[in-house]
């Protein structure tokens, strides 16, 4: 009798985890790899980006499924996404395909199409970005008699003028100009909330005048073919600052000039001060140098 009811009992145990086993077998994924980045980037995404950063996501998704074999999304493992990642050689690149992998697999576990993000059991790849820096007095000087003959110049005046981003100013139209309302439309190409507004400044009325009205741009190249003449721009005249640094240079100039941080994080296109104040906080220009001298506690 008491060997029976063991039994039993053993029987009952084997049948409850029979169930447990079959509810936890993860059924076939509905969607392979390639197929669901695809997906992913079509239904979650759009809406709120910009096309430049539509642009680079569906560039690094291409650069997954060329590294990646396509397969179910439930017969990955952490080994095969970190083999891929760190296969890349730039740490920027990683990132984003690492951000892309895991958000895309985030949101299949929602939807309950894998039980678990591999991408959990790997450490975050991160990207350290380069601080920028304002170019000093003698720089700038250097700088300007670089494209006094330049037939680019007008271009990285406006730059150091304006303090825009670079995609910003080849995508200014002549009809964001408010020469009326002494002010410019800067469309934002970092993101749809990157739209703002800047003074229509002396200066840069004065290069806006002299350029031609060819067309619907005031600056009518591509983004690559600047970033390529500045680099030989840079080469040929022993320059050592990066084109982004113009802005920093526009920002610096503006508090040297006693612009509040509040009025330059709006011409910026900041969407908090908070964002300017930590970019800028590690800046010293020749101006904080001078400032140091006058500093006198009386002791």
């Known amino acids: 009798m008491k060997n029976d009811n063991i039994k039993n009992k053993l029987v009952d145990i084997e049948n409850k985890l029979n169930v447990l086993i079959t509810k936890t077998v993860e059924r076939p994924a509905p969607f392979t790899?390639?197929?669901?980045?695809?997906?992913?980037?079509?239904?979650?995404?759009?809406?709120?980006?910009?096309?430049?950063?539509?642009?680079?996501?569906?560039?690094?998704?291409?650069?997954?499924?060329?590294?990646?074999?396509?397969?179910?999304?439930?017969?990955?493992?952490?080994?095969?996404?970190?083999?891929?990642?760190?296969?890349?050689?730039?740490?920027?690149?990683?990132?984003?395909?690492?951000?892309?992998?895991?958000?895309?697999?985030?949101?299949?576990?929602?939807?309950?199409?894998?039980?678990?993000?591999?991408?959990?059991?790997?450490?975050?790849?991160?990207?350290?970005?380069?601080?920028?820096?304002?170019?000093?007095?003698?720089?700038q000087r250097q700088f300007l008699q670089a494209i006094e003959n330049n037939p680019r110049k007008a271009l990285y005046l406006f730059y150091l003028l304006s303090g825009v981003r670079c995609s910003e100013a080849l995508a200014l139209r002549w009809s964001d100009i408010d020469y009326n309302g002494g002010r410019?439309?800067?469309?934002?190409?970092?993101?749809?909330?990157?739209?703002?507004?800047?003074?229509?400044?002396?200066?840069?009325?004065?290069?806006?005048?002299?350029?031609?009205?060819?067309?619907?741009?005031?600056?009518?190249?591509?983004?690559?073919?600047?970033k390529s003449h500045f680099q030989r721009l840079k080469r040929i005249h022993g320059l050592n600052f990066r084109l982004h640094d113009l802005r920093h240079t526009f920002a610096t100039r503006c508090i040297e000039s006693g612009i509040s941080i509040f009025t330059v994080s709006k011409w910026l296109g900041h969407t908090s001060i908070t964002t300017t104040a930590g970019v800028y906080a590690h800046l010293l220009t020749d101006f904080e140098r001078q400032e140091v001298q006058r500093f006198d506690p009386k002791i």
Not at 66 to 83: C, G, K, S
Not at 103 to 131: E, F, I
Not at 200 to 206: E, W
């Open 33 to 139: 790899l390639h197929a669901w980045l695809n997906e992913w980037l079509k239904v979650t995404k759009p809406p709120t980006l910009s096309k430049k950063w539509l642009d680079c996501l569906h560039c690094n998704i291409n650069r997954l499924q060329m590294l990646l074999p396509d397969r179910l999304l439930n017969e990955y493992n952490v080994a095969d996404f970190a083999t891929a990642i760190y296969s890349i050689p730039m740490s920027y690149t990683r990132s984003v395909c690492y951000g892309v992998l895991w958000s895309a697999y985030n949101q299949a576990v929602k939807l309950g199409y894998v039980s678990a993000n591999p991408l959990d059991c790997m450490a975050r790849v991160k990207h350290t970005r380069k601080k920028g820096r304002a170019l000093t007095l003698d720089e």
């Open 184 to 226: 410019i439309h800067i469309q934002g190409t970092k993101t749809p909330r990157a739209n703002h507004y800047i003074p229509l400044f002396p200066q840069v009325c004065a290069v806006l005048a002299d350029l031609p009205r060819n067309g619907e741009f005031v600056f009518p190249y591509t983004y690559y073919a600047v």
